[in-house]
């Protein structure tokens, strides 16, 4: 009986040390980041080797779908909204797969990524976007499947695939003129409504210049005079008092318990009665 306890207890170290030894994974996982224009891109890929063995119309048959790689779904995740052969592919993450035949691969941008290989059931619905691709031989061998960014631009790149002897590229457009434009008019039209309010409301939490906090937040309180807002009307009352301006203050503080009663919001309708109460107004 003892005998058969030790052997057992050795056997169990024995699975114990074997669990602890790691290996290299025969396809190994990588992730790229690529800033395209101002847009975020990221590819995440495990990558098979040849292995002397033959590739496309072998391993990878000509006219079946391919999960691009192996192991789970190759996955490429955008920042923004980009066009892919004519289709907007929302901001988000893909699965990639492709279709290869000798001339061209048929490459569909798929919007559900968790999957361990191919779908078991392809639903045609979660297809963002599929374009043509054509195939362009190699002088050489590449080994190892490679996924990369090229013909890089302000506007554009081109997802490129090689391995074996050829090579894929798929390109998409990124919104970079859209917004930059956007960047331009808004900066070029000077602060906003938003930019005001933050600011003066940081001028008199932090003890500022309180009359430039009064100018910012009267300011921010005309640019949306025809949608009041009882919480800035709030900001605008504690500044002008703080600033000596009673009259304004009680003013603000009644427009903004008005818009708190409206929109049942009792916090506030409380806070402005007790500033009423304490300025002589109630």
Same mark, same amino acid.
């Not at 592919?89 to 699965?95: D, E, I, R, V």
């Not at 808004?186 to 309180?210: F, Q, T």
């Not at 409380?270 to 300025?279: F, Y």
């Given at each position: 009986?003892?005998?058969?306890?030790?052997?057992?207890?050795?056997? $169990?170290?024995?699975?114990?040390?074997?669990? =602890?030894?790691?290996?290299?994974?025969?396809?190994?996982?990588?992730?790229?980041? =690529?800033? *395209?224009?101002?847009?975020?891109?990221?590819?995440?890929?495990?990558?098979?080797?040849?292995?002397?063995?033959?590739?496309?119309?072998?391993?990878?048959?000509?006219?079946?779908?391919?999960?691009? /790689?192996?192991?789970?779904?190759?996955?490429?995740?955008?920042?923004?909204?980009? *066009?892919?052969? /004519?289709?907007?592919?929302?901001?988000?993450?893909? %699965?990639? &797969?492709?279709?290869?035949?000798?001339?061209?691969?048929?490459?569909?941008?798929?919007?559900? $990524?968790?999957?361990?290989?191919?779908?078991?059931?392809?639903?045609?619905?979660?297809?963002?976007? @599929?374009?043509?691709? !054509?195939?362009?031989?190699?002088? +050489?061998?590449?080994?190892? &499947?490679?996924?990369?960014?090229?013909?890089?631009?302000?506007?554009?790149?081109?997802?490129?695939?090689?391995?074996?002897?050829?090579? *894929?590229?798929?390109?998409?457009?990124?919104?970079?003129?859209?917004?930059?434009?956007?960047?331009?008019?808004?900066?070029?039209?000077?602060?906003?409504?938003?930019?005001?309010? %933050?600011?003066?409301?940081?001028?008199?939490?932090?003890?500022? !210049?309180?009359? =430039?906090?009064?100018?910012?937040?009267?300011?921010?309180?005309? +640019?949306?005079?025809?949608?009041?807002?009882?919480?800035?009307?709030?900001? =605008?009352?504690?500044?002008?008092? @703080?600033?000596?301006?009673?009259?304004?203050?009680? %003013?603000?503080?009644?427009?903004?318990?008005?818009?708190?009663?409206? %929109?049942?919001?009792? !916090?506030?309708?409380?806070?402005?009665?007790?500033?009423?109460?304490?300025?002589?107004? +109630?």
């Amino acid at each position: 009986m003892k005998k058969l306890l030790l052997v057992f207890a050795v056997f $169990t170290m024995a699975l114990n040390v074997n669990a =602890q030894i790691e290996t290299p994974q025969p396809s190994p996982f990588s992730k790229m980041d =690529q800033k *395209v224009g101002l847009t975020d891109v990221s590819v995440e890929y495990s990558r098979p080797n040849m292995r002397g063995r033959t590739i496309f119309g072998d391993l990878v048959p000509y006219n079946k779908m391919w999960r691009t /790689g192996a192991n789970k779904n190759t996955m490429i995740t955008f920042s923004d909204d980009v *066009v892919v052969g /004519g289709k907007t592919l929302k901001a988000g993450s893909y %699965a990639i &797969f492709v279709t290869p035949s000798e001339k061209s691969w048929e490459v569909a941008f798929y919007s559900d $990524t968790e999957n361990w290989g191919t779908p078991r059931k392809w639903d045609e619905s979660k297809v963002a976007a @599929k374009v043509t691709a !054509d195939v362009y031989p190699l002088p +050489m061998k590449i080994e190892t &499947f490679t996924i990369s960014f090229d013909d890089l631009s302000n506007d554009s790149a081109v997802l490129g695939m090689m391995w074996s002897d050829v090579y *894929v590229g798929v390109k998409f457009e990124v919104p970079t003129d859209k917004t930059v434009a956007a960047s331009i008019d808004k900066i070029m039209a000077g602060p906003g409504a938003e930019d005001y309010y %933050a600011a003066a409301r940081y001028y008199l939490e932090s003890d500022k !210049d309180i009359k =430039q906090a009064v100018k910012w937040i009267d300011m921010a309180i005309d +640019m949306t005079k025809d949608e009041p807002r009882f919480w800035w009307l709030r900001q =605008q009352s504690l500044i002008h008092a @703080k600033a000596g301006n009673k009259d304004k203050a009680i %003013a603000a503080a009644k427009a903004s318990m008005a818009g708190a009663k409206e %929109a049942k919001n009792d !916090d506030y309708v409380k806070m402005n009665m007790d500033s009423l109460k304490e300025w002589g107004a +109630m």
